[in-house]
Nanobody, 124 residues
Framework: QVQLVESGGGLVQPGGSLRLSCVVS????????IGWFRQAPGKGREGVAS????????YYKDSVKGRFTISRHGAKNTVFLQMNSLEPEDTAVYYC?????????????????WGQGILVNVSS
């Protein structure tokens, strides 16, 4: 059984940083494409970052480029999302996801396994 469990969310002031973690069990994060998604109140779920398994290629939504970094730690089977220079518009529930494919994607339909989500609230 595959499980993904996020942690590290919370309340942060604009301009601040947070690091989200996603501990994965039941599959090897080094062998699957991994993505981070978010869903703001009243909006649909959108992909913000993804990484391919073979070459560690990373891809980001335009609005987070230069501020967010996705990474993985194979030995800990954990995925991270480092978020810097946070803006109120980044407020959302964040989800990590794993795909049965190996190539990065920001498309919701390309992912097979999802975490339960964690709230990030950027507010002064």
């Amino acid at each position: 059984q595959v499980q993904l469990v996020e942690s590290g969310g919370g309340l942060v002031q604009p301009g601040g940083s947070l690091r989200l973690s996603c501990v994965v069990s039941g599959l090897a994060v080094d062998s699957h494409a991994i993505g981070w998604f978010r869903q703001a109140p009243g909006k649909g779920r959108e992909g913000v970052a993804s990484t391919s398994s073979e070459d560690d290629y990373t891809y980001y939504k335009d609005s987070v480029k230069g501020r967010f970094t996705i990474s993985r730690h194979g030995a800990k089977n954990t995925v991270f999302l480092q978020m810097n220079s946070l803006e109120p518009e980044d407020t959302a529930v964040y989800y990590c996801a794993a795909s049965n494919d190996i190539i990065w994607s920001l498309a919701f339909a390309d992912y097979n396994y999802w975490g339960q989500g964690i709230l990030v609230n950027v507010s002064s």
